[in-house]
């Protein structure tokens, strides 16, 4: 008969899981909040996060081309001092690094303003055309040859095309 001369059905374990997924058992991590996941309370994850960035705000004051200490920079410039290390310590890696975290926490709360306004947990500026807005201020700035009249006529030809994108809305 027909049926000898067919393969048994061997069961892959790819298909073993789908069907085990579909069953009505749940994925173990579906609907399960982050924070349980870790098994931490917001305050903890909150600590650990500010903790982080502050190692990573004193790990970039010590980071440059320059072997400096930034010990003796920070007591040089605190007890009005001119040398070497107070001077790249106050003048270029600390701006560096305060930039660095004012522009970061700044862009984190416009993303996460941004994503609560859309209601959309993936919602970037490309969505409500920003991005799009500014690249062509920019551009009209460079065509009609503002640009060349003064070094912030670029940036503020990016942020009215910007504003403009927004208030289109």
């Known amino acids: 008969s027909d049926d000898s001369l067919r393969k048994p059905h061997v069961r892959s374990f790819a298909t073993t899981r789908l069907r085990g997924a579909t069953s009505g058992r ?3 991590l579906v609907g399960r909040s982050p924070m349980k996941l870790l098994h931490t309370s917001p305050a903890t994850l909150n600590l650990l ?3 982080a960035t502050l190692l990573c705000f004193l790990l970039s004051l010590c980071t440059g081309s320059a072997d400096v200490s930034v010990g003796k920079g920070v007591a040089d410039a605190l007890h009005h001092a001119t040398s070497m290390e107070s001077l790249i310590v106050m003048e270029l890696r600390l ?3 305060l930039l660095a975290l004012f522009i970061g926490g700044t ?3 416009a993303g996460a303003a941004l994503q609560g306004m859309l209601r959309n947990p993936l919602a970037e500026p490309g969505i409500i055309g920003v ?3 500014a ?3 920019a551009v009209v700035m460079f065509y009609f040859g503002f640009a060349s009249l003064g070094w912030f006529l670029l940036p503020l030809g990016g942020l009215l095309g910007a504003c403009v994108a927004v208030l289109c809305l």
Do not use: F, V
Request: one cysteine or more; hydrophobic letters at 40%; aromatic letters at 0%.
């Open 107 to 109: 862009l984190g709360m």
């Open 49 to 51: 996060l500010i903790s």
């Open 95 to 97: 701006p560096r690094a």
């Open 131 to 133: 991005s799009n807005g």
């Open 26 to 28: 749940r994925n173990c």
């Open 135 to 137: 690249a062509l201020g």
